[in-house]
């Protein structure tokens, strides 16, 4: 007689989670008023955007259109949830979609030589007597993914470095287009070690179990660095990083540009 699972587990952990989601709630708003309970509408905005995306490509549509489209869906969500002005916004939003459009550029090469798609060795227990044939593009999938992880690291890049400079421009609004170049990008590079801290930070979390494995294994220098959760792991971190390394000249650039043409136009 087979005793059908304890659906306990399940039920507990599904009650943590509304639980811990209500107090984040509660926090953004009591911190952050209207913006703060837009920022948390705009979280489950996103995950329902992603599984929207999850789902077309496993309809068969193709990936990086699908990329494309939930990407720029994304950053307008995450970017509006800021609340900044239309002039910012729209800067924010174009230097995100430039710097998405250069990173994919990037990615396709790099998941084509990487060979780090697909279920790696350390999977193979889950997977025993499952099918892998699921009819999709494994170097797809991965760029969709290194994509989307780096999507929030490079709006809130460009929010803070674009929102920081254009308060600079307001205090001295007869700032030439070099000294708001040269004075946003100081400020930009503090913003930039953050952010780019962040992404350190979060890769390192990500990593902690995984490096733990390694060690109880006893996993050689040449295993880790050709294992391929290790090398898609910091290939995302790199990723995210590049990423928001780029955001600071291309927001900074687009900054420079609408001031010329306001100044032209007047």
């Not at 220098?221 to 790199?238: A, E």
């Amino acid at each position: 007689m087979v005793v059908p699972e304890s659906t306990d587990a399940g039920d507990d952990a599904m009650t943590v989670t509304m639980m811990l989601a209500f107090i984040l709630l509660v926090l953004m708003v009591c911190i952050g008023g209207v913006k703060g309970f837009g920022a948390f509408i705009s979280l489950w905005i996103n995950f329902v955007i992603m599984i929207a995306m999850l789902v077309m490509i496993n309809f068969g549509f193709n990936a990086v259109i699908v990329l494309l489209i939930g990407g720029v869906l994304l950053l307008l969500v995450t970017i509006l949830s800021a609340g900044a002005d239309d002039e910012i916004t729209s800067i924010t939003m174009g230097a995100s979609f430039i710097v998405m459009v250069a990173l994919i550029i990037l990615m396709l090469p790099a998941e084509y030589l990487n060979l780090a798609q697909g279920f790696a060795e350390e999977n193979s227990e889950e997977l025993e007597g499952l099918s892998l044939s699921i009819g999709l593009n494994f170097v797809s999938i991965g760029l969709v993914a290194a994509v989307v992880a780096t999507l929030g690291a490079i709006a809130e890049a460009s929010i803070a470095v674009t929102a920081g400079t254009y308060e600079l421009i307001e205090h001295n609004p007869k700032m030439t287009a070099t000294e708001i170049f040269k004075t946003g990008s100081q400020l930009g590079y503090q913003i930039v070690g953050t952010a780019v801290n962040t992404v350190l930070f979060g890769f390192m979390a990500d990593f902690l179990s995984l490096g733990v494995w390694y060690a109880k294994l006893d996993y050689a220098l040449g295993d880790i660095i050709n294992s391929k959760l290790f090398v898609s792991t910091m290939l995302s971190m790199i990723y995210a990083i590049l990423g928001v390394i780029l955001v600071l000249p291309v927001s900074l650039g687009l900054i420079v540009w609408q001031h010329r043409r306001r100044h032209e136009s007047t």
